[in-house]
T-cell receptor, first 116, second 114 residues
């Protein structure tokens, strides 16, 4: 079955530690996204990538880093610089990245990060 | 900046009744408005979308209406069932830096009471 797989689903981290969330898709989609979801707030865009070896900052990129070395993979690292990292993180992909393309986002099931 | 407001934040309805969730967007250039349903253990899935050249779209028990003048769009679910219980997010697309971004609403938790 095609889809997006995020891992781990639950993660606990001590303050000062970096942690990497995995996102893998086998949909052959060009574009991939990372969102953060907090109670009472909409999904906020952290980073996005339209093509391999390219990525752009979203609205709340500070304290996060990403890489896009392979089309199917878009890992997110939450660094110790992120002041409030406890949140639910969602990865998504879209078939085409392009100027005039709106389309369906396909989401993973999410990763819940808790900083102790 | 661009934003999308969504109301209500929680909504409880009796099974069989209708549910309506409303969103307002700020960027008049937005031209695509999807609705996503988020369920525990199932991720978030697109349930319906509408483009700015259309005023209404219907898919079985789900419909979306768009008022471009007022910059409002709404999700209508008729004959609600317990499996409709979930968190629903609206979004509006905006073009920025040569690509499209989606601005999401704050979500509505719908509870359908049996």
């Amino acid at each position: 079955d095609g889809g997006i797989t995020q891992s781990p689903k639950y993660l606990f981290r001590k303050e000062g530690q970096n942690v990497t969330l995995s996102c893998e898709q086998n949909l052959n989609h060009d574009a991939m996204y990372w969102y953060r979801q907090d109670p009472g707030q909409g999904l906020r865009l952290i980073y996005y990538s339209q093509i391999v070896n390219d990525f752009q900052k979203g609205d709340i990129a500070e304290g996060y880093s990403v890489s896009r070395e392979k089309k199917e993979s878009f890992p997110l690292t939450v660094t110790s610089a992120q002041k409030n990292p406890t949140a639910f993180y969602l990865c998504a992909s879209k078939e085409q990245a392009g100027l005039a393309v709106n389309g369906e986002l396909f989401f993973g099931e999410g990763s819940r990060l808790t900083v102790l | 900046g661009e934003n999308v407001e969504q109301h209500p934040s929680t909504l409880s309805v009796q099974e069989g009744d209708s549910a309506v969730i409303k969103c307002t967007y700020s960027d008049s250039a937005s031209n695509y408005f999807p609705w996503y349903k988020q369920e525990l253990g199932k991720g978030s899935q697109l349930i319906i979308d509408i483009r700015s050249n259309v005023g209404e779209k219907k898919d079985q028990r789900i419909a979306v209406t768009l008022n471009k003048t007022a910059k409002h769009f709404s999700l209508h679910i008729t004959e609600t069932q317990p499996e409709d219980s979930a968190v629903y997010f609206c979004a509006a697309s905006i073009k920025t830096s040569g690509t499209y971004k989606y601005i999401f609403g704050t979500g509505t938790r719908l509870k359908v009471l049996a």
